[in-house]
Structures are given as structure tokens and as C-alpha cells.
């Protein structure tokens, strides 16, 4: 009998837990030879203990259910172990779920566990804290602290704290040691990229290989305001790479020295840390459930809104099927689901608040 145990963190994401529970249990039901255990975290850092707590008492499976934080924290909890890695994606960028291709439909990811195909992934640290998605200095720091302290959630949110920090946001000069070579730089962020995004398909390194015992990091050099536009389109095309104001290392270690101590993301959780940042990759760290094969449907929902991707979890081949075929463009819009209206009305209110703001 193999033993699956579910950590779930209640407050990651936008969405509601007790379905995705529920549908654990509806699926547990009908497999034979696995029992499970289900714990919700209350705390930071409960996750790794639990984790930690689920490979002493043997169990083959542990799953995190949430953000890239939980996830960050359960894989932590793994290294060393011969518990593989399950991930339901429920959190605001999932970067580490989108770049192992994991569904965003938590159904998709559900069915994803018992195949059990496993890859084996790297993890990097840096000063003795553990990362195995992205961890970076500058701006983006700046703004997770910000988005994470709020208590709020959800992409449109997120845009929000970009564009109001961005105004006031003042580059930082580091000092960077790489290959044998030492040089200064002033930066708008510098982003040690273990896979390819920070989450939500920002692709800050496309090239990033998860696997492969090196960390990509990535320079943002200082840009004139009248850039940002096009280097964040850049962003989400996965073509940032080719700018001019990028420079990226790939490496398995590196030394930033900085101005004066300061926050640092791991796995879009913000913290502060001293003045030198030392980073290391270390190889094959643990062992992540992901999809055997490639289906055209959970990856198309996956670059859908948060409210669609809820809404489309189970319903959508139905949906496709029942609703598009031979009816009229007007008969169409009204069967568009509420999920959809809401998230258009949501961006409809969001551009305002941003012209106001850069402004």
C-alpha cells in the first residue's frame, strides 16, 4: 500500500480548498493499493516540518497543494528523501507548475499523481536558504514583499503593486563575482532563475533548464522608463532574452554583493538578507511528479484567467462540444460562463487605476 500524504495551505491562490479535497477523495476511492493523510498548513515553515514529518513516517507521495511557496517549502522538506514530489497548483504565478508543464487544472494535476513519471530537479541557495524555482534581489523582491504583506491576491493585484512600485523604485548598484571575473553593475533586479519564470508564463529566463545542475542568472540592467512597456511584452513572448538591457550568466555559482543588506524573493516569499548573497545549485535534489504526455486542453486553460481555469476544471470539453457548434457569434456571447464577465470587468476597472497611477 503506498502512502500519499496532501498538504494544503488554506490561503494560497484565489480559490476554495474543500472542492479540490473533496475530489481527492471522490479519486482515492476508486484506486486500489494507496492511502492518503490530508494536513492544512497554519503557519510559514509548516509545511517543511509536516513534509519532514511525512518522509520519517515512510510515505512514498508528498503533495503540495498551493502556491510556489508551499511548494518551495514541502520540496525542502523532501531533500534527501525517496518521497517523490506532487504538485496541485493553487497559488497567484504557480512558476514552478508552468515550467514542469503541471495542469492548472487541478482535476488534470489530480490524475497527474498516479502516474507517478518523475523527473528529477535541481534546487539552488543561496546564504543556506533553498529555492527551486526563481530567487532574485531588486524589484521584484520589492514587490513581493509588497503582495504578500496585503493579505490580497489574484494577477490584477499583483499588476497594481507593479506599476505603483515601479514609479518610486530606485536601481541598486551590486558588485558581481562569475566565472572568475569581477565587475559592478547597476540593476533593476537580478533574478537567479532555476526554471524559466517567476509564474503566471513570465518568462524572465526561457532558457533555464530545471535539470541540468547549473542556475541561470539573469541582469536586468537599469532601463529608461519608455523601455518598460516593450521589455515587459519581451516578458511574456519569452523573447526578454535578446534585449539589451539583459544580461544573462548560467553558472552553479555566484557571488552579488550589494549596497547595504536588503530583501531577497525565494519562491516569491520575500526576506531580508545581508549585504553578500552566495549562490549554489544543488543537483537532482528531488524527484517531481509530472504529466506523461502532452494534452492540448490543460494547456490552453493554463494561459486562461484564474476565474475561467476555475470555472473550466471539469466542465470545459462539455462545454466546447455543447456550446460552439453551429451557433450564432450573438448566441455565443450569452453563453459566455460568469468566471469570463467577471474577469473582463476586472480589467476594465484595473487600467484606469493604472493610467492614474503612472500618472
Not at 517523490?84 to 487541478?106: E, F, Q, T, V
Not at 543588506?261 to 524527484?287: W, Y
Amino acid at each position: 500500500m503506498k502512502k500519499v500524504a496532501f498538504i494544503l495551505n488554506p490561503i494560497s491562490g484565489t480559490r476554495r480548498k474543500n472542492a479540490i479535497v473533496n475530489h481527492i477523495n471522490r479519486v482515492l476511492e476508486n484506486k486500489k493499493g494507496y492511502s492518503a493523510e490530508f494536513y492544512r498548513t497554519k503557519a510559514v515553515r509548516d509545511a517543511y516540518r509536516a513534509a519532514k514529518d511525512f518522509v520519517a513516517k515512510g510515505f512514498d507521495i508528498v503533495v503540495a497543494i498551493g502556491g510556489d511557496g508551499t511548494v518551495n517549502e514541502v520540496a525542502e522538506g523532501l531533500i534527501g528523501s525517496n518521497a517523490k514530489l506532487g504538485i496541485i497548483p493553487m497559488g497567484s504565478g504557480n512558476g514552478l507548475a508552468r515550467h514542469l508543464d503541471i495542469p492548472m487544472m487541478y482535476h488534470s494535476a489530480v490524475a497527474t499523481l498516479f502516474d507517478e513519471n518523475t523527473e528529477s530537479i535541481d534546487a539552488g541557495m543561496i546564504n543556506g536558504k533553498v529555492f527551486f524555482c526563481t530567487a532574485g534581489v531588486g524589484f521584484d523582491a520589492v514587490v513581493g514583499e509588497k503582495f504578500n504583506s496585503s493579505g490580497a491576491r489574484g494577477l490584477t493585484t499583483y499588476m497594481e503593486f507593479c506599476a505603483k512600485e515601479y514609479m518610486k523604485y530606485k536601481p541598486e548598484e551590486y558588485e558581481i563575482h562569475v566565472m572568475g571575473q569581477k565587475f559592478k553593475e547597476k540593476a533593476f533586479l537580478i533574478t537567479f532563475a532555476n526554471s524559466s519564470q517567476w509564474g503566471n508564463n513570465a518568462l524572465i529566463a526561457p532558457d533555464a533548464n530545471i535539470s541540468d545542475g547549473m542556475m541561470d542568472v539573469v541582469v536586468w540592467r537599469e532601463t529608461p522608463k519608455v523601455n518598460m512597456p516593450l521589455l515587459t511584452a519581451e516578458l511574456f513572448t519569452g523573447t526578454i532574452k535578446y534585449s539589451e538591457f539583459i544580461d544573462t550568466y548560467r553558472c552553479k555559482e555566484i557571488k552579488i554583493v550589494r549596497e547595504h543588506e536588503g530583501l531577497i524573493q525565494f519562491d516569491g516569499e520575500s526576506m531580508l538578507m545581508g549585504r553578500e548573497l552566495n549562490l549554489s545549485v544543488v543537483p537532482h535534489a528531488v524527484k517531481v511528479i509530472v504529466p506523461s504526455g502532452w494534452d492540448p486542453i490543460p494547456r490552453l486553460i493554463e494561459m486562461m484567467p484564474q476565474q475561467f481555469r476555475d470555472f473550466a476544471a471539469t466542465p470545459f470539453k462539455e462545454f466546447v462540444n455543447r456550446s460552439l457548434k453551429g451557433v450564432s457569434p450573438d448566441h455565443i456571447k450569452e453563453l459566455i460562463p460568469p468566471p469570463i464577465k467577471d474577469f473582463q470587468k476586472q480589467i476594465k476597472d484595473i487600467v484606469p487605476k493604472l493610467k492614474d497611477i503612472v500618472k
